[in-house]
């Protein structure tokens, strides 16, 4: 299977996923309370199946966590 | 009587609050510690952080489902970390897209030693998210003229400081946050700096609408047990302020009568 190379939350990945949903599978977060940005952009939850990844994307993927 | 005031209540981002202790979800020692201190105070808000997820070692424990039985819990997402107008718009947005409402702890620091907030850029913020259907709790320095620029610009309610974040230092300058609470047309939130549960009640006394506090709950000893102290000094303060404090004298006034001694 072919992979593209991503930067995930600063950190460089090869990944097989060609959408951002396939994505959230393959790093195991299917079904958590998080967004996502791809290039700054914030990606609305019902379009993650069709928002396509490519070569050099840029990804942000966050959660809540305790604070003040 | 109630859990409060006999019905009191305040009502900010168009959601009414029986509880005037808000409480923040940081620095506790696990999620169950945080749930269980959550509960005891009573708070019906609370703020959360957004961060990046670790993808090399995801975590399966959630804190939003370890409070998801606190009975009417608002989640209050905060900008906290960030020192950009950028940077808070992107995180308050990404905090609505993941789920729990349109409310925003608005937070743009300016500062890194005091962690006090770059006013304007708040203010900015406040303008902006507004305007795409946030409701703006900005956390501001206790100064009456940012106060109402940030309810000129939306704001749902206003936080003021009490001393810096996390110091426990208690309300440094009354005054100040007076002269805030006179004149705002919001909820007036005393949110960073009370130390003890004295320090929220003096808030009260003042007539601040509610507190917001994290450390002085999360870093005692015993954090359940401050956070019931916390609630009910918050409840203290607040009874105080609806009763009317009696009137300071400069010299003593005798609580016995002054007829009737024996000879």
């Known amino acids: ?68 | 009587m109630g859990n409060t005031a006999g019905g009191d209540s305040f009502s900010a981002g168009g959601k009414t609050f029986s509880s005037r202790l808000i409480v923040g979800s940081g620095k506790y020692r696990n999620f169950a510690q945080t749930r269980e201190a959550t509960l005891a105070s009573g708070a019906e808000m609370i703020t959360v952080a957004v961060r990046r997820v670790n993808i090399t070692d995801p975590s399966k424990e959630s804190l939003l489902e370890y409070l998801s039985d606190v009975p009417n819990l608002t989640i209050l997402p905060n900008t906290a970390g960030c020192y950009t107008l950028e940077d808070c718009l992107r995180t308050a947005r990404l905090a609505r897209e993941a789920g729990v409402g349109n409310f925003v702890k608005v937070e743009v620091i300016g500062d890194q030693k005091t962690l006090f907030p770059d006013n304007d850029l708040t203010i900015e913020a406040c303008r902006i998210l507004t305007n795409e259907g946030f409701f703006c709790f900005p956390y501001i320095t206790d100064d009456p003229v940012v106060a109402r620029k940030c309810e000129d610009a939306g704001a749902a309610a206003v936080m003021p400081l009490a001393a810096p974040i996390g110091s426990g230092l208690g309300l440094q300058n009354e005054y100040n946050l007076r002269f805030i609470i006179e004149q705002a047309r919001v909820p007036v939130i005393v949110d960073a700096g009370v130390g003890t549960p004295s320090d929220a009640a003096r808030c009260l006394e003042l007539g601040a609408d509610a507190i917001l506090t994290n450390s002085a709950i999360a870093c005692a000893d015993d954090p359940v047990m401050m956070a019931r102290a916390m609630k009910a000094g918050v409840e203290a303060g607040r009874l105080a302020f609806l009763a009317g404090r009696m009137p300071k004298k400069m010299y003593a006034s005798a609580s016995s009568p002054q007829s009737g001694l024996i000879e």
């Open chain 1, 1 to 68: 299977m072919s992979s593209i190379a991503v930067t995930i939350n600063g950190e460089s990945r090869n990944v097989a996923a060609m959408n951002i949903e396939a994505l959230l599978s393959e790093l195991n977060l299917s079904g958590r309370k998080l967004a996502i940005e791809l290039n700054r952009e914030l990606v609305p939850r019902e379009r993650f199946s069709e928002t396509r990844l490519s070569e050099g994307d840029c990804i942000e993927i966050v959660q809540f966590v305790g604070g003040g």
